[in-house]
């Protein structure tokens, strides 16, 4: 399992869609946004535009440990959204979205297969002002920690370079 972090349009997806590359001609995109309105919906248009016919798409927005994905290279765009979707649906229950989200990642890490899982640093930026925001960026910080302790490696992105935080022991 590979994360990749970093802050909005820091190049994550990019850097993940080439690497996916380099490990199979044929990757799978895993999508978990909702098209929550207009804007979002044309933002999802664009990313499909972004991959070629080498790609394979899954979309997804809750129950990834169900997908098919054994021996398989995927990326996962994103865990944003994906939280996002579980926040969203328990009205907010920081509790019940952390159970739930540590136990779908443990059933990916269970999966035969190279997870590139992209992911947004939010705890960098201006801190909310709002409640729920605030929480969402706690949850969002918990997953990410989660995910990073059972890496096999963790990528951070800025302006389009990606950083090695966490390697693999070869």
């Not at 994360?3 to 590359?21: F, H, M, N, V």
């Not at 199979?24 to 991959?51: C, L, M, N």
């Not at 328990?90 to 890490?109: K, W």
Request: charged fraction near 25%; charge should be negative.
């Amino acid at each position: 399992m590979i994360l990749i972090t970093g802050g909005a349009r820091s190049g994550k997806s990019r850097y993940a869609q080439e690497l996916a590359l380099q490990y199979s001609g044929s990757p799978v995109y895993v999508a978990t946004a909702r098209a929550w309105d207009d804007e979002f919906k044309q933002r999802i248009r664009i990313h499909r535009q972004d991959r070629d016919e080498r790609w394979r798409s899954m979309e997804e927005q809750r129950h990834l440990s169900g997908l098919p994905l054994d021996g398989e290279v995927a990326v996962i765009d994103c865990v944003t959204l994906w939280i996002t979707n579980f926040f969203a649906d328990t009205r907010a229950d920081v509790n019940a979205c952390l159970e739930t989200c540590r136990r779908e990642i443990d059933g990916l890490a269970n999966k035969d297969a190279l997870l590139i899982l992209i992911s947004n640093e939010l705890g960098m930026g201006m801190h909310a002002d709002t409640e729920a925001g605030r929480k969402f960026t706690d949850l969002q910080g918990w997953i990410n920690q989660y995910i990073a302790g059972i890496a096999d490696e963790v990528i951070f992105m800025v302006s389009g370079i990606p950083l090695t935080i966490k390697n693999a022991p070869k």
